[in-house]
């Protein structure tokens, strides 16, 4: 009878001590690899509103232009680097209508071939901003071969 004695048998404990350390590598790994995108703002807008809002795809093949008065530091408005009445910023600095162009080459230069091929431009323009303003903008866009072209807006019910 001895044969068919039961044992006592127990589950062994789960070593989590290196567990932390695995949590902690994870998360650098996560803060190396994360490309966060942040614009200064040069420029000062009033986005209008719109009803059908739609997101921007991948955000490397992206160029966000802004059109509106010039914004400084302390929080007021001039109209710089000249006296034009809008200034135009594209992903952080601020350019001229006749620098547009070459500012968006500059760009398009730093995307990889895949971001090319996908290249949306952003564009966000104060309420206020004439739409000749915009036109010059676009012209110069269709010129650049720009042509995927996204407007942006805030969410509302007036357009």
Do not use: C, W
């Amino acid at each position: 009878m001895s044969m068919f004695r039961k044992r006592k048998r127990s589950v062994p404990d789960l070593n989590t001590s290196s567990l932390p350390d695995l949590i902690f590598t994870v998360l650098f790994f996560f803060m190396i690899v994360t490309h966060m995108r942040d614009i200064p703002q040069l420029v000062k807008t009033v986005v209008p509103q719109g009803r059908e809002l739609v997101k921007a795809g991948k955000k490397k093949s992206v160029i966000n232009i802004v059109i509106g008065s010039a914004y400084k530091p302390d929080g007021s408005t001039t109209a710089f680097p000249s006296q034009v009445a809008y200034s135009i910023q594209v992903n952080g600095r601020v350019v001229a209508l006749g620098q547009l162009a070459a500012a968006i080459e500059t760009e398009r230069r730093q995307m990889s071939p895949e971001d090319m091929a996908e290249m949306t431009v952003n564009l966000r323009a104060d309420k206020n901003t004439p739409m000749s303003v915009i036109a010059d903008v676009r012209k110069v866009l269709r010129q650049s071969y720009a042509l995927k072209v996204f407007y942006s807006a805030s969410e509302g019910t007036n357009p």
